[in-house]
């Protein structure tokens, strides 16, 4: 039997994306009551042959054309389907739909994303409306955490993704976010808006431009 069978199949028939030392130590502490030969060869195996194990089934898939592959997320790998392959397929998972993130959690897990670590009062000021519901949510659905609290006065909590962040949307880490950096730069805490100008219209005439605006609007009727 071939390392990289076995990895597959480990693969197949998990139900979450495996990292390295969780494969490892499937294959050290097979669920079996025999103690045969070939069960123990595998008990030794490091992570780095492992890996190479994966590789090689990469390019198996891709030279086979196979309609799956092998996605890493967050250190973990898994067996998911090719992208193309999704209209066929999405309605064996309309059962899930009903878990989807709103567009308000969506819009909060984003600010989170790029912007981690982040106060409740920096989300906040970025979406313009509280987000006590929807960060409950997030915290409950384990997509994000608290990673500490922020050295400012209060010491407000301080907010950032999960591994299961990363592994929900198929990411390596958080660099694979479309154009991290440029939206790292730009400035949180938004401007004040300034009182309006003082009228310095005089009454009189402020007086008659209303009763100008009167008389046609009389006419216009």
Request: charged residues 25%; negative net charge.
């Amino acid at each position: 039997m071939e390392l990289k069978s076995l990895v597959e199949a480990i693969l197949f028939a998990a139900q979450k994306p495996l990292s390295l030392r969780e494969i490892r130590n499937l294959l050290a502490r097979p669920e079996s009551s025999e103690d045969s030969e070939w069960l123990r060869a595998f008990r030794k195996t490091r992570e780095a042959e492992i890996s190479a194990a994966i590789q090689e089934l990469k390019v198996d898939y891709t030279q086979q054309g196979r309609s799956f592959q092998i996605q890493e997320a967050a250190d973990a790998f898994q067996l998911v389907s090719q992208p193309q392959f999704a209209p066929w397929l999405k309605p064996l998972f309309e059962e899930h739909h009903t878990h989807r993130l709103s567009q308000p959690a969506l819009e909060t897990l984003a600010i989170i994303a790029y912007r981690q670590p982040i106060t409740r009062a920096d989300i906040e000021s970025v979406r313009g409306v509280a987000v006590d519901g929807v960060m409950q949510t997030l915290l409950e659905r384990g997509l994000v955490t608290i990673t500490g609290r922020a050295d400012v006065p209060g010491r407000p909590m301080l907010y950032g993704t999960t591994r299961l962040f990363l592994q929900h949307f198929g990411l390596k880490d958080l660099n694979e976010l479309p154009a991290v950096e440029e939206l790292r730069k730009v400035n949180l805490r938004l401007p004040e808006s300034d009182p309006p100008p003082a009228s310095t219209a005089d009454p009189q005439e402020t007086g008659k431009t209303e009763n100008a605006k009167s008389a046609s609007t009389s006419q216009t009727s």
